[in-house]
């Protein structure tokens, strides 16, 4: 460990950790103990059934769902402790170091690419000038070029997720979180938002997808987390989970997608 | 009476007719928002105080509800805040469209996505952020073409001011009407509101034409 090392912030600590998370919906429990962590640099996959809990579990970890009980913990940092949650400016702190893609986008129709890239870095305060330069280099980085002033309406489904990309991108989190990025697109899309992501894997942005593409998933991951019934069934390398799944409920899972 | 005599004459109450209009939007608008946002809030009481104001308002006619406001405090505490009419017509018809335009803004609100919302806490925008910035400009497109209707049945409600004697154009086409025993004043009163509706209907297209460069 180096001198430079703060103390507050171990090297060692994962960036993401989530210890016995549980969360219901009335008397539904979508997530049971769910525990795992993330390490820079690090590309997790959530794969599984629908209705697993695999999209609960990211709201969960970007406070868009307020979980029941459990632990997360941001480079060590309790964001939740034992179900209880931080306060709202630690938790403010805490929305800093995450981004979110979701799978509808969610861009904001009214405004430009470059006002939707821009606007949030610009409201913590970065200069305009700076946030416009840095919406360019995403946008490059994206693909798309020339679109600055292009509406979310005018662009194609795989377009708007970049541009959801860049912007989340453009707040420079630790970690990116990605809600099945690619199910409201067309199979050509799904390519082309796919391998920005391999991009940025190969960049070593540190990330959480949850995913049902298992061609993605297994090409891209470190590990990868199988779910079902709110439970982590299995957790490997793409290699142990999807060539030698141990679970007879991976298994049961996988064998959807090799016929 | 010659038709130009009865014209100009009316004209004189255009200044009135106008002041209801302008000064109910000024107050009813912003009000109505204020009425939304509670009968919107989470606490049941409040929301269930509001809701039972907007079906009293939007249940009751709006000439009842003026006299209310106009002769109630005579009635009632003995005070006399009629000499300017002005202010109870003002005040009556702001309350009562207040009710119709909260519920116009509620159904808008209640339209946006919860993905917009969520991108916004995720992006860090804070609440009041988020409804001023990402909420009420998509809210603002989406409720156009209902304000048009209510802006256009406002400037016929203006009329209504008849009922307390307020002197806008309704009124004094109603007293030349029958000092002249004839009709003429209620076609040029129909006239007149032709022709304002008729310019509210394009000033309104042209914000919808504004707001057309996103779909």
Redesign the interface.
């Given at each position: 460990m180096s001198k430079e090392t703060k103390l507050d912030q171990p090297a060692s600590a994962p960036i993401l950790e989530v210890r016995g998370l549980q969360k219901s919906f009335g008397s539904i429990e979508v997530l049971k103990d769910i525990s795992f962590s993330v390490t820079q640099g690090n590309v997790v996959t959530v794969i599984g059934p629908s209705g697993s809990g695999k999209s609960t579990l990211l709201r969960c970890a970007?406070?868009?769902e307020t979980a029941n009980g459990g632990d997360i913990l941001y480079d060590g940092e309790y964001a939740l402790k034992d179900g209880v949650y931080a306060e709202k400016k630690d938790l403010?702190r805490f929305?800093?170091r995450?981004?979110?893609v979701?799978q509808?986008f969610?861009?904001?129709?009214?405004y430009s690419v470059m006002k939707n890239i821009c606007?949030?870095p610009m409201?913590?305060g970065c200069g305009k000038e700076e946030a416009r330069e840095r919406a360019a280099q995403l946008l490059q980085k994206m693909g798309l070029e020339g679109k600055e002033d292009a509406?979310?309406?005018q662009l194609s489904g795989g377009q708007q997720q970049r541009v959801a990309i860049a912007?989340?991108l453009a707040?420079e989190p630790e970690i990116l979180y990605f809600d099945e990025p690619t199910s409201a697109l067309d199979p050509e899309l799904t390519g082309e938002v796919l391998k920005v992501i391999r991009q940025l894997a190969a960049d070593r942005m540190t990330m959480v997808v949850v995913t049902h593409e298992m061609a993605f998933a297994r090409a891209v991951s470190h590990r990868v987390v199988f779910m079902a019934d709110g439970c982590i069934v299995e957790e490997g390398s793409p290699e142990q989970v999807f060539e030698d799944p141990r679970q007879d409920r991976t298994k049961q899972f996988l064998s959807n997608y090799t016929k | 009476m010659s038709l130009m005599t009865m014209i100009a004459k009316m004209s004189e109450g255009l200044e009135k007719t106008c002041a209801i209009f302008f000064l109910t939007l000024l107050f009813a608008i912003p009000l109505g928002m204020i009425v939304a946002l509670l009968r919107m809030s989470k606490n049941k009481i409040i929301s269930g105080i509001v809701r039972f104001f907007i079906t009293v308002l939007r249940g009751t006619p709006l000439m009842l509800q003026l006299l209310a406001v106009t002769y109630g405090p005579h009635y009632l505490f003995g005070a006399d805040i009629s000499r300017n009419k002005l202010i109870p017509v003002v005040i009556a018809f702001s309350i009562n469209y207040a009710a119709y335009f909260a519920e116009i803004y509620r159904g808008g609100i209640e339209s946006i996505?919860k993905?917009?919302y969520?991108?916004?806490?995720?992006?860090?925008?804070s609440r009041l952020?988020t409804f001023m910035?990402?909420i009420l400009?998509?809210v603002v497109?989406r409720i156009l073409p209902s304000m048009t209707n209510e802006v256009i049945t406002l400037v016929k409600d203006t009329s209504i001011a008849f009922a307390v004697s307020y002197e806008e154009i309704f009124t004094i086409g109603k007293q030349i009407a029958n000092s002249q025993t004839s009709f003429m004043p209620f076609v040029v009163a129909g006239v007149f509101y032709y022709l304002f509706n008729f310019v509210v209907d394009r000033i309104m297209g042209l914000f919808e034409k504004r707001l057309n460069?996103?779909?």
């Open positions: 970007s406070f868009l403010n929305r800093t995450f981004g979110m979701f509808n969610n861009l904001f129709p009214h606007e949030p409201l913590r509406y979310p309406c912007r989340a707040l | 996505p993905g917009q969520e991108a916004a806490a995720v992006l860090g925008y952020q910035r990402i400009p998509q497109k460069y996103y779909s």
